[in-house]
């Protein structure tokens, strides 16, 4: 309180003492009225100065057209079989990327989990090039580099400025090309990847996600994408460079970019991939649907259920394709807290019949897994334990619903039918996004598809079109996974009857 008090002493002499001071600087002062002239001209001329007619002396550029066309993708494909494909899009960015046709299905026992090793060994050290030296040029260009492994292809991108697309290309295909896979450096991945199977099991959603393809599948498919804890102890240098030097050849690779001119991108990479060494034709492994029931005993707060059926035919037919992914965003679901923001998915049917109802319920959502010529489609809940027998029975009878005629309404359809094709549309304004459908499309179906032609399955969906395609993956055997107190999470003989109608 004295503190206070000396202080406003002191601010009070300060004010006192300012005083004269002031008085004689404004009785010194020249007079304002110049000064508040200027103002008033200043005031005058923004009031006359309309920003509806152009700036005088400014020249503006040319605006863009109500209307831009897409430009079509272009594919050329070399001799040795790399087919290089580009679209050009207008902007000062571009995102390079190299994709190929390996991935998890194609390795033999003795070479489990090489694809995960494959991925964290991605822009290490190359004939050319120490690691330091890759990520030293990465920088200097700004750009961003990755790489990712799924179970049918294994993707590396560079993006980066229009103006350093030379350089980008060198150091992806150079990356991806002439990978030393030191000892030393797989040494140190494999403790990486160690980690990563220690984390995948403490995270129930991706954990199950990976075991519902190694119960539901017999062949390829079953192959595990992340490497077996079994599998880290035997893996070496010598065992990467043999699967790799059999899978990653000229015919089994596409260079993909977007926002590069296409005759710029064949003028730079040429040179660099057309002595890229062509492989044995390949056959695609083969896999069997099976369904199946897999259930892990872990102390948790939270019993996790994860319940899938087959999508027949995969990426391969399209339209069905298309069918599931406008039933998912029809179903839809979440969590009990959105994170994506106040009302995300608050139309879907699992959030409005589910999520809204039931309290105890804290996630549950539909989900997808699909690959060329099959896939998985289904819904993932998280619930206490006492309630997951519930939340089971509820989930079966929203699949069972979608499947019944009369229990979508047009309105829901055509709700969902909007949200998919204006989330695919804002998707494709990223030129990551948007090189990376060229690679995968060229991989799977051997050209890219038009987007109009994906948009126009969608618009033309009709009631009838869902109840038949749900009718027809509800006819396959069911794929269960669970994690928890999985003692109360009914038996798999139970749920499979409940389909019974269906088959």
Not at 62 to 69: F, G, I
Not at 120 to 133: G, I, N, V
Request: aromatic share 6%; net charge neutral; proline share 6%.
């Amino acid at each position: 309180m004295l503190r206070l008090r000396s202080s406003a002493r002191l601010l009070r002499k300060l004010c006192e003492a300012s005083r004269p001071l002031g008085r004689r600087e404004v009785q010194g002062a020249a007079p304002p009225t110049p000064t508040r002239r200027r103002l008033s001209g200043a005031a005058s001329a923004a009031r006359t100065t309309s920003l509806l007619r152009p700036l005088p002396g400014l020249d503006l550029p040319p605006s863009l057209p109500d209307k831009l066309t897409r430009l079509p993708t272009r594919v050329t494909t070399l001799p040795n079989g790399v087919r290089v494909a580009s679209e050009d899009l207008p902007g000062p960015s571009a995102c390079v990327g190299v994709f190929v046709a390996s991935g998890s299905i194609h390795e033999p026992r003795e070479s489990a989990g090489v694809t995960h090793l494959l991925e964290k060994l991605a822009f290490k050290d190359t004939a050319h090039r120490s690691h330091m030296q890759i990520v030293q040029e990465v920088e200097a260009t700004g750009g961003n580099v990755g790489a990712s492994a799924s179970r049918e292809q294994m993707v590396y991108s560079y993006d980066t400025l229009k103006a350093y697309v030379p350089q980008a290309v060198e150091v992806l295909l150079d990356s991806v090309r002439n990978p030393l896979f030191l000892q030393e450096e797989v040494d140190r991945q494999l403790a990486l990847a160690r980690e990563d199977v220690q984390e995948t099991q403490k995270n129930p959603e991706r954990f199950l996600q990976e075991m519902l393809n190694l119960v539901g599948y017999e062949g390829a498919i079953a192959n595990p994408l992340i490497c077996p804890e079994e599998a880290l102890g035997t893996i070496n240098a010598d065992i990467i460079k043999k699967f790799y030097q059999e899978n990653f050849t000229a015919d089994r690779l596409v260079l993909a970019a977007s926002g590069v001119d296409h005759q710029h991108l064949l003028d730079v990479a040429e040179p660099l991939i057309s002595d890229w060494h062509k492989g044995s034709p390949m056959e695609t492994p083969k896999s069997t649907y099976t369904g199946g029931d897999f259930r892990h005993a872990a102390e948790s707060d939270m019993t996790h259920v994860a319940l899938a059926f087959e999508v027949p035919g995969g990426w391969l037919k399209e339209r069905d394709v298309t069918i599931m992914t406008v039933i998912q965003t029809l179903m839809g679901g979440g969590g009990s807290f959105s994170s994506g923001g106040p009302g995300k998915g608050m139309h879907s049917r699992l959030y409005l019949r589910v999520l809204t109802k039931y309290h105890d319920v804290q996630a549950f959502s539909a989900f997808s897994n699909v690959y060329d010529t099959s896939g998985i489609f289904g819904i993932y809940l998280t619930t206490p334990p006492d309630f997951v027998a519930k939340a089971v029975d509820v989930a079966i009878k929203e699949l069972i619903a979608i499947a019944t005629p009369g229990q979508v309404t047009e309105v829901e359809l055509t709700r969902a039918k909007n949200s998919t094709i204006s989330s695919v549309l804002m998707n494709l304004e990223s030129r990551v996004i948007v090189a990376e459908d060229i690679g995968r499309q060229i991989l799977t179906y051997g050209c890219r598809k038009p987007i109009d032609y994906f948009l126009k399955c969608m618009d033309e969906l009709t009631l009838d079109d869902v109840t038949v395609f749900a009718k027809k993956l509800l006819s396959s055997q069911p794929t269960m996974a669970s994690y928890g107190d999985v003692d109360k999470v009914p038996p798999y003989e139970f749920v499979s009857k409940r389909f019974q109608a269906f088959r």
